[in-house]
């Protein structure tokens, strides 16, 4: 599929389908825990073939671990039962570790695992795209570091931590690749640990290597979406729109149309209901009526679509996932064919 074309036509569109990080709610639909989710190619694949023959999606969107990546460099992965699993501890705390750091294989731990999972998707979902999840580079570097450490070593030990980076980048571009080959259309990129920096910093420490991946990966077949949740976007929204993503999806901490109005007319920018006050924490009303004021503030933008602010929990109800379809397709004047 020319992924370039299918871009335009969404933007062409006079109603557009949501495009949600939905993934993970198919345990519910699959009867089954986070933990055997996370570690059967077969089963994500089902979930993902369960949910978009549930929901009338803009693509299919594989689980968003964001452990996965970190724990193929060697970190240490805690796995609860019903839970997206962490990265605990750091792997590099010296700057004699991040130089004999390895870049591993891009099928180590579980990667080939996720990559299965993709190649099996799709050969199930043949009517819409389907992406595959993957973190950013500075994302990856701060579970390598620690999420703390690492901020602190921008400006300790910024040497040590553009080690770390140019390792990250050179795995995320095989592994990009990798998906790729698998059969993906695409790949969303989670890189919120970069919304917790400075504008100054994210530039230092986040745009180059992003840039750098995505130049490595994307043509008109195989598209990037760049996610950042953090909320400091508005603040770095030049330097995020500078690494050429061919779309970008935003979080809840941030106003949607502010960031609209700083996007080029002719790029989508997806966004941004609260997945954990909301999809998982609200009601269907409440859902209903947040999803609807996102739309009336943004549908005005033709390169608007419609999605979760971020990965959406695992145990949300689907009562109020099916709300924000029906919600969306109220707005186009469609029949509630979720109710």
């Known amino acids: 599929m020319n992924m370039r074309k299918w871009l335009a036509d969404v933007q062409a569109s006079a109603t ?20 055997e989710l996370v570690n059967d190619a077969s089963l994500q694949a089902r979930g993902m073939k369960k949910i978009a023959e549930r929901c009338d999606t803009l693509a299919a969107v594989s689980m968003m671990d964001l452990s996965v990546e970190a724990e ?7 796995f609860d039962e019903n839970e997206v699993p962490a990265v605990t501890g750091a792997l590099v705390t010296t700057m004699e570790e991040a130089e004999s750091l390895a870049v591993p294989d891009v099928t180590a731990a579980r990667c080939g695992l996720y990559q299965e999972a993709i190649r099996q998707a799709c050969a199930l979902i043949t009517d819409r795209p389907v992406f595959a999840g993957v973190i950013g580079p500075f994302s990856l570097a701060g579970r390598l570091m620690d999420v703390t450490e690492i901020m602190v070593n921008c400006y300790a030990e910024p040497e040590m931590v ?8 050179a795995f995320l571009k095989k592994y990009i690749l990798a998906y790729k080959a698998a059969g993906a259309s695409g790949v969303v990129m989670a890189e919120p640990l970069t919304g917790m920096l400075s504008p100054a910093l994210a ?43 061919a779309a970008y999806h935003f979080g809840n901490a ?18 941004n209901v609260d997945p954990a006050g909301q999809l998982k924490n609200g009601t269907p009303e409440s859902v209903r009526a947040e999803t609807l004021r996102i739309m009336g503030e943004c549908s005005a933008f033709p390169n608007f679509v419609i999605s979760s602010g971020c990965d959406i929990p695992a145990d949300s109800p689907w009562e109020n996932l099916d709300a924000f379809f029906s919600a969306v397709d109220s707005f186009y004047g469609k029949l509630e064919k979720y109710t």
């Open 72 to 78: 193929a460099f060697g970190a240490e992965v805690r």
């Open 254 to 271: 941030v106003s949607l149309k502010d960031m609209l109005e700083k996007a080029p007319a002719d790029t989508v920018v997806m966004g």
């Open 16 to 35: 557009k389908k949501a495009m949600p990080i939905l993934s993970f709610p198919c345990v519910q639909l699959l009867g089954v825990s986070v933990r």
């Open 203 to 245: 530039e230092e420490f986040s745009e180059k290597y992003v840039r750098e991946v995505i130049e490595a990966v994307q043509d008109d077949e195989f598209i990037v979406i760049y996610h950042n949740c953090g909320n400091n976007v508005l603040l770095m929204a030049d330097s995020i729109l500078s690494v050429g993503a």
């Open 162 to 169: 553009h080690a770390v980076m140019e390792k990250a980048a």
